[in-house]
């Protein structure tokens, strides 16, 4: 992987660069990430567009995301993603929220010079659940800039404008 520091990354650069997915985590050659944030397919595919990048197009949206959180990322940001999503047994469900895992935090949480940042993502015509719009009130109200933001474009829009982002996406 190349990293860029002091110049702005094309999202068809990224997309190169990001490549779907099977369900065990291995590259299946299938599509790329596109410029919207959802899987297309691929002049070199060979088989099918990998279905679970079309049925969860907020997940490819993420992952391109995070390629310009990994290249552009200014100096001193510390971000990560809560893995709160997927299905558990009761059981499991409990101990985790012993635990303090919260239903709704955002896609991506991001500190940097001492401010808090969480953003979430959501696919074009997607729609925050109610759990999430608690979760970004109450991270408002806590003092922290938080913002739902509808596809890759306006998700590094909302990163640059909090400066976490160096260059600017064409």
């Known amino acids: 992987m190349c990293f860029v520091y ?77 893995a709160n999503g997927g299905k558990r047994n009761r059981i499991e469900a409990a101990i985790l929220k012993g635990l303090g895992v919260r239903a709704g935090v955002s896609d991506l949480i991001a500190v940097h010079e001492g401010k808090a940042f969480a953003l979430e993502l959501k696919a074009d015509g997607g729609r925050p659940t109610e759990a999430q719009l608690q979760f970004i009130d109450d991270f408002r109200a806590a003092g922290g800039h938080a913002v739902v933001a509808a596809g890759l474009d306006e998700a590094l829009r909302v990163l640059e404008t909090w400066k976490l982002l160096r260059g600017v996406a064409p």
């Not at 068809?12 to 299938?30: H, I, P, Q, V, W």
């Not at 907020?58 to 200014?74: F, N």
Request: proline share 4%.
């Open 6 to 82: 002091d110049c702005a990354v094309s999202a068809k650069a990224l997309a190169s660069l990001s490549r779907t997915t099977d369900t065990e985590g291995r590259g299946s050659g299938a599509g790329e990430i596109g410029r919207e944030g959802v899987a297309q397919p691929s002049q070199f595919a060979k088989g099918a567009i990998n279905e679970r990048a079309l049925r969860r197009p907020e997940d490819s949206i993420q992952r391109a995301v995070c390629q310009h959180l990994w290249t552009r990322g200014c100096p001193g940001l510390v971000w990560w993603h809560v």
